[in-house]
Structures are given as structure tokens and as C-alpha cells.
């Protein structure tokens, strides 16, 4: 499966449009390099990360008054469709870079190609949610292992301090999983581990976690949706959701963008949703930050599971490499089962 396969077909957040400024900034997805600009109208454009004349990276340029972006090398600039001209030879023709789609939502940058219909950027599932932000997180280790990471809560009670349950409760878990031909559907419930910081979200001692969630490969994400009900099955107030974006960027590397929300079903509290949300945010951010810190230890795992002692929680995960490689990578059914590796390719590609 030589050269990567061009995932960008799919919509990838890459950046807080918030840091997209006057200068380009450069991101990558599955090895491939952007340099992402705002045009003479602040509007975001994107560019192949390499000058079509000797593949300097024209994220290292400027943004000229024009709008156009200008290469540091020898002075060649492009508008956000990618048309360039040649200042020392103003005749030349084929000076065009490769340009990319990019869209605004959610206070980040959407990438991909420009033939994508903007009926493929993904759903987050959001009605009767407030937003709370959302924030991104580095992953020292491939996709597959981030994603593998995900698709589990098995290694809660070790990773992790706040949400979900403890060692004691270890076998106290209720699980289900289902593979489908798109997606696979996964539940938890377990006691709450005592944490103090929950009583924000309107948890006390004694309640339940339930985690119920779905993961997607167009591109690859999977939304969590987290609740509490009391030992009496009544429901705690607050219901949190978690978008969680799993962007290669390297053979080694992976970036997370996650997407928090906030519902409550009780009335009186929906004045409290703007600041309980931020509040969901933090937590989940704290949740992720451990995945990150801890990832580092497990990065080198092989693609394959072959080996592997497998347990029920695994459920999902050879389905998901499945899924992976016939959705996300697009390959062929004679390719089900291939490592897919994230190579570097020549600068464009």
C-alpha cells in the first residue's frame, strides 16, 4: 500500500482557527504536508506544503497584501486556488501550487480535497448540547495504537483517576459491544470511583458510570457519550459528549481534536449549561492528558494483534482495523488485513 493513501478525501480538523493568523502555519495529515493561509479576505485557504518549483516548503513564506502567499525561496506566490506566477519570469506558465478545501466550524479548520461535498463534514451529534470548546492533544504514537487506546475502558481503573471506576470495581463492569459494517457501538456501566471534582457535574458516592459510544472511520473518530444515574436508576443531571478526532500526522505520530458538549434534561439547571460545560471540557481534557502521557509506553505495539491475548473489552478492535483500512484508506477487499503504513512521500504528492 505504497504511496500512503490519500485520506485528506475525508474532512480532518488541523488547527484552532484561532492560530491561524497573518503568517502560514504548516500541519500534516498521514504524511503529507499543508501550509494553511488566510486571503486577502481572512479567509482560510490551504496549499500542498511544497513550492511546485523546487519544493520549498511555502509555509515558511509570507502572506503578501494581495492575499497571495509567497514563497521564501525565489519570491513565487498563490492565491488560495492555488494559481501562482513566477516574479523573475512573468511568461512562465504551470506555475500552480495544489490547493485544498478548508472550512470553519466549531472554532477550527476542516481540511480536504476540494472535490469533498460539505455534506461529508461529520456529524457531531450535537442538538439540544451546548458547546463547551474544544482542544487538541499530541500523541507520541501511531494511529493505530491512539485509536486502540480509545476503544477500551478496560485500562481505566490504571490510567486514568477520575472518571469510571477502580481496581475494586474491576469486575463489577458491564459491557457490550457491537461491529457493524460502518461502525462499532460500544457500552460500559460501573460504580463511579470517588472523585471529588465529579460533585461539580452533579455526581455523589455511590452513582453509576455509563459510558455509551461509536466509532467512525470517515475519518476516524469515535463520540463519547458519558452519563450518572443514582443506585436508584434515577439519572444525574448533566450528560457529557466527547467528539475525539484521531488524526495521523506521522508514521509515529497522532493528533487528537476533541470536540466537548454539555446536555441536561432538568429546566431549572439550563441557565448553568454555558459554565457547567467548560467545566465537562476540563475534565475531559485532564481524561485525555493521561492517555497522552501514558501512550508513550505502548507506542512501539505492532499494527497486527496476531499474538495478542485478547479479552471481551477487545471486542472491537480487530473489526475497527477492518474498518480502518476499507473506509478510512479506501483499500480494496484484497487488501483487508494489510499493514498500512504512513510513509513520506515526495513534497504535493
Not at 519570469?89 to 460539505?118: K, N
Request: aromatic share 10%; net charge positive.
Amino acid at each position: 500500500m505504497e504511496p500512503t493513501p490519500k485520506v485528506i478525501r475525508h474532512f480532518h480538523p488541523v488547527l484552532s482557527a484561532r492560530a491561524l493568523g497573518t503568517r502560514p502555519v504548516r500541519v500534516e495529515v498521514a504524511g503529507r504536508a499543508y501550509a494553511l493561509f488566510r486571503d486577502g479576505t481572512g479567509q482560510p485557504a490551504a496549499l500542498a506544503d511544497a513550492c511546485p518549483h523546487r519544493f520549498a516548503p511555502l509555509s515558511k513564506g509570507t502572506v503578501r497584501a494581495d492575499g497571495r502567499l509567497q514563497c521564501p525561496y525565489h519570491g513565487w506566490r498563490f492565491d488560495a486556488e492555488g494559481r501562482g506566477s513566477n516574479p523573475s519570469q512573468p511568461e512562465l506558465r504551470h506555475c500552480d501550487a495544489r490547493s485544498f478545501q478548508v472550512v470553519e466550524r466549531y472554532g477550527y479548520l476542516w481540511l480536504a480535497e476540494r472535490d469533498t461535498p460539505l455534506s461529508a463534514m461529520p456529524d457531531m451529534g450535537d442538538e439540544g448540547y451546548v458547546f463547551g470548546g474544544a482542544f487538541s492533544t499530541h500523541f507520541a504514537a501511531p494511529l493505530h495504537v491512539s485509536l486502540d487506546n480509545f476503544s477500551e475502558d478496560e485500562h481505566t481503573p490504571y490510567v486514568h483517576t477520575r472518571l469510571g471506576w477502580d481496581d475494586p470495581n474491576a469486575g463489577r463492569v458491564e459491557f457490550e459491544a457491537r461491529n457493524l459494517e460502518d461502525r462499532t457501538e460500544v457500552h460500559y456501566r460501573a460504580p463511579q470511583r470517588p472523585a471529588p471534582i465529579m460533585t461539580v457535574l452533579g455526581v455523589r458516592d455511590g452513582d453509576f458510570f455509563q459510558n455509551d459510544w461509536v466509532t467512525r472511520f470517515d475519518p476516524v473518530r469515535s463520540q463519547y457519550t458519558i452519563r450518572w444515574v443514582a443506585p436508584d436508576g434515577s439519572p444525574r443531571p448533566f450528560i457529557t459528549r466527547a467528539n475525539i478526532f484521531f488524526v495521523p500526522e506521522t508514521a509515529r505520530t497522532t493528533r487528537l481534536h476533541v470536540f466537548s458538549f454539555l446536555r441536561t434534561e432538568q429546566r431549572l439547571l439550563r441557565p448553568l449549561l454555558p459554565v457547567a460545560a467548560r467545566a465537562a471540557m476540563a475534565l475531559t481534557w485532564w481524561e485525555v492528558r493521561d492517555d497522552a502521557r501514558f501512550i508513550t509506553t505502548v507506542a512501539d505495539t505492532p499494527y497486527s494483534h496476531k499474538g495478542m491475548r485478547l479479552d471481551r473489552f477487545d471486542a472491537p478492535l480487530v473489526h475497527q482495523r477492518r474498518l480502518m483500512e476499507r473506509i478510512y484508506y479506501g483499500a480494496g477487499p484484497k487488501m483487508t488485513g494489510a499493514v498500512v503504513p504512513l510513509s513520506r512521500e515526495a513534497p504535493g504528492g
